[in-house]
């Protein structure tokens, strides 16, 4: 049974008499059902009318089958409709059977990501959002967890018609602030509301699957916390049962006030570090147990900010308890991923971040000997980026992504990345957990012939087999340093660079790196040729550097100026993927970074526009857009 509910008010001075009328549609816009209900409403009376449609073998909305339903309601005699799209699906989480979604068991892949769209800042633009879901679905995610702000209505038509599942977060913090003017001096009276709000704007999305009231909540170790976090989840409760209502918990972070005490009794600083997993057991120990439980138990799936190493305690010291790993350091996937895997209590994981972001600058770039700078949780400026994601803020894969798809095992073949040679031997001053290494997927490197250099080899296999037109020239056990990662050391030469994985000595995947051929030329491709004169269209221009084959050449550093004649769009952001620049998002030149750039296009009224990319000793690239009215 399907409830339509439309919510309706006399704004007249007489009695009205109507009716509501409302047709079912089905994903492929055959009716399914409809129902018509009068209704009477006195001056200034509003009222809810609630229509039960009763769907025959309806087609379930799911991560691999988005199906959408679309319900048309208008009052009668009235021309305007609402369309309310909307998926049937059904969700239940188990601490034995874990998360289900139509009976069929879901782990999450999830990637957290901010809600800036980089060079666009932080407009919520449909054709931005709704391009990140594309990419993050391609590379493998099935979850996005909105941190720490309810998603956009575009961003969640996308999960919708993608089918990527949503982890639909409230709030940064409640009474306890941590910064200056932040929402905590709201809270107190907006809490209720805004979160009213939210599920309004988000109930009819079926990617929603969860319902997330905070992250990393300083208080939620406190009785007051905890008087906090039932109140709001049973609010949401009332509001929207249909969904699991979960909070990030960092059970560190939750005790820090006894710390000192915490670390007496462990020996001391030196002697808790001293132990595999350094601070875990700060995370696992009695004290962040007793204090989290009572928030804990108001939540149906407890969110954990890293903190894997509680999977295993809290199975045991709870067994009703579910979790889902909310947030964790992006290079330890392959550790936790298992973890997952072997735990059925817990559903998944969250990787801080999916998509890079603006704001705590350099917080996963490496810091290098006799750079200077702070050696901090954030970077010097001029860092621009966060440098943590999976994804640059142009929409390239770094190689950590394809790591991370090798460890989620869609991926069989290996994965070659090369750090970069200029750096070898240079000694890293401080790496935080956020950092992956300093690598790109390329074989070209022009300055670097006969120099030593480090090659990373992502496999789910025993050992791999490396080979220089046809030679081996190295091989390596996998996991010595990280899972699935095998480290070879060589010497660079141009030529064809292969990756053999083996498997009980047998292979079971290669992949290769091609030198690029000839002279590197500037190109640029639009992902879309035509656009619709309004607020939610965009194009984007990959810019790089390719050569004759096609491969990108990324040490290729050069600036690009992108003009627009007519004014038909106008350019409303470009970028490269440099984390550590003074560049603008609204200037016409950037430098390229590893061989690339981006440009976005943004609609102003039907015509033709002709857009201009041009590099010193380069031939000008020319891109024609059409722009069709709104209308």
Avoid at 346 to 371: K, M, N, P, Q, R
Avoid at 531 to 549: G, H, K, P, T, Y
Avoid at 590 to 617: C, E, K, Q, Y
Wanted: glycine share 10%; net charge negative; charged share 25%.
């Amino acid at each position: 049974m399907i409830d339509v509910d439309t919510a309706l008010t006399n704004a007249g001075l007489v009695t009205g008499q109507l009716s509501v009328d409302t047709i079912m549609l089905s994903p492929q816009g055959d009716i399914v059902e409809k129902d018509e209900t009068p209704v009477t409403l006195a001056p200034g009376e509003s009222t809810l009318i609630r229509q039960r449609f009763y769907v025959q073998d309806p087609a379930l909305w799911g991560p691999d089958s988005p199906h959408l339903y679309t319900a048309r309601t208008q009052l009668s005699g009235q021309g305007d409709e609402v369309l309310t799209t909307f998926g049937i699906r059904d969700i239940t989480v188990d601490p034995r059977k874990g998360l289900r979604i139509n009976g069929e068991p879901v782990l999450l892949r999830g990637a957290c990501i901010h809600s800036d769209n980089g060079p666009l800042g932080a407009a919520a633009i449909g054709r931005a959002d709704e391009r990140r879901i594309e990419l993050l679905k391609s590379a493998g995610f099935n979850a996005i967890r909105a941190a720490h702000n309810p998603a956009s209505p575009a961003l969640l038509d996308a999960c919708d018609r993608l089918g990527m599942l949503v982890m639909d977060e409230a709030f940064d913090v409640w009474t306890r602030f941590k910064t200056t003017d932040d929402y905590a001096f709201d809270f107190p009276q907006w809490w209720a509301m805004d979160l009213e709000s939210m599920i309004a704007k988000d109930r009819n999305h079926p990617s929603v699957i969860m319902y997330s009231i905070g992250n990393e909540i300083a208080e939620v170790g406190t009785p007051h916390g905890a008087r906090w976090a039932r109140r709001m989840a049973e609010h949401v409760r009332a509001l929207d049962p249909s969904r699991p209502v979960t909070n990030g918990v960092n059970p560190f972070l939750a005790v820090m006030d006894e710390l000192p005490a915490i670390l007496e009794a462990a020996g001391g600083l030196n002697e808790a570090m001293s132990v595999e997993g350094g601070f875990d057991f700060v995370g696992t120990g009695e004290t962040a147990t007793r204090r989290t439980a009572e928030s804990s138990a108001a939540l149906d799936v407890l969110g954990l900010n890293y903190s894997e190493a509680r999977y295993a305690v809290d199975r045991d010291l709870f067994p009703h308890r579910v979790i889902v790993g909310s947030e964790t350091f992006p290079g330890a996937i392959g550790k936790n991923w298992e973890a997952v895997q072997r735990n059925p209590n817990v559903i998944g994981d969250f990787t801080w971040t999916g998509w890079d972001y603006l704001g705590e600058v350099g917080l996963g770039a490496l810091a290098y000997e006799g750079e200077g700078g702070s050696g901090g949780l954030e970077r010097e400026f001029p860092f621009l980026t966060a440098w943590c994601g999976d994804i640059d803020i142009t929409g390239w894969r770094r190689p950590l992504s394809f790591y991370r798809e090798i460890v989620f095992g869609m991926r069989a073949e290996p994965y070659i990345a090369v750090r970069r040679p200029e750096r070898h031997g240079v000694p890293i001053a401080s790496q935080s957990t956020w950092a992956w290494s300093d690598s790109v997927s390329s074989w070209t490197w022009p300055a670097s012939e006969g120099d030593p250099v480090t090659v990373e080899v992502y496999a789910d296999a025993d050992e791999v087999i490396l080979m220089l037109d046809e030679a081996e020239i190295g091989r390596a056990e996998v996991g010595t340093e990280r899972p699935f990662m095998a480290v070879l050391q060589t010497a660079y030469r141009p030529g064809r660079l292969t990756a053999v994985a083996l498997r009980d000595g047998k292979e079971c995947g290669q992949t290769t790196l091609n030198t690029a051929p000839g002279r590197a030329r500037l190109t640029a491709v639009s992902d879309s040729a035509s656009l619709i004169a309004d607020d939610q269209s965009l194009a984007f221009v990959a810019i790089e550097f390719r050569a004759e084959d096609d491969t990108l050449v990324t040490s290729e550093e050069h600036p690009v100026t992108v003009t627009v004649d007519g004014d038909a769009v106008v350019l409303a952001g470009l970028c490269s993927a440099n984390p550590k620049t003074t560049e603008r998002f609204d200037a016409d030149v950037w430098n390229t970074f590893d061989g690339r750039a981006l440009a976005v296009l943004r609609p102003t009224r039907a015509g033709v526009a002709t857009v201009s990319i041009s590099s010193p000793g380069e031939d000008t690239v020319t891109i024609e857009v059409t722009v069709q009215d709104a209308g």
